[in-house]
Each structure stands twice: as C-alpha cells, then as structure tokens.
C-alpha cells in the first residue's frame, strides 16, 4: 500500500484561503478603458488602501515585486468556488429533469 501525503499550506496559501472568504464582501468595480472587472481588495497593511484585483492581477506591492500575491490568489479561488456552486446546480438540474423523464416515460413511484 502506498502512502501519500499533503504538502502544508504555504503562509501565502493561508493567507489567501483567509481572504477569500471576504471576497463576496468587497467592491467590484469594471475599467473605463476595456470594461474588465476587478474587485476592490483592502490592503492588508496600509489601512484605507484598496488594491484593483483580478484572479491574474493586483496592484499592489506583492504582487508588483513577486507577480503574486495573497489578494490575487483569494479571487482565484473565491471563481473557482463559484464555478463549482455553478457546475453542481447544474448537476442537480440535469438529474432532476432525468427524473421527471423517467417520471414521465415509465410513471412516477406508487406508494398507494
């Protein structure tokens, strides 16, 4: 039997975990200039500063100096988590209407 393990959450992947549950929270907003959206990110360490913040991009200073950063990451998987929400209500409404097919082509359950 093999045994695998799980690498521990960097402190930059908890960081982000943590932030991404106040994403839904924050201000979005969209560019004058291409109509993309971002989401306003309060900085973490200069208090009444906000970041413009995409699941590519941020402006601020992490991300500017590394190409990442913890804001970044938090909408990335705020999207994910949404398009998982996304995927099972259509799961469920798939299933639901091979239900009522069944329902309909073969008669629904008689408990009487």
Known sequence: MTVGS???L???????LTLAADVPNWARGR?????TPFYLAPSRTVTGVAHRC????????GFERYGRCAHSRAVQLHEQHERDIERA???????????ETFDRLFGGPDFD
């Open 6 to 8: 799980i690498a521990p």
């Open 31 to 35: 560019s004058k200039v291409d109509g």
């Open 10 to 16: 960097t402190a930059a992947e908890a960081s982000a």
């Open 54 to 61: 995409t699941s590519y991009g941020c402006t601020c200073r």
């Open 89 to 99: 209500f259509a799961e469920v409404a798939r299933r639901a209407r091979s239900a």
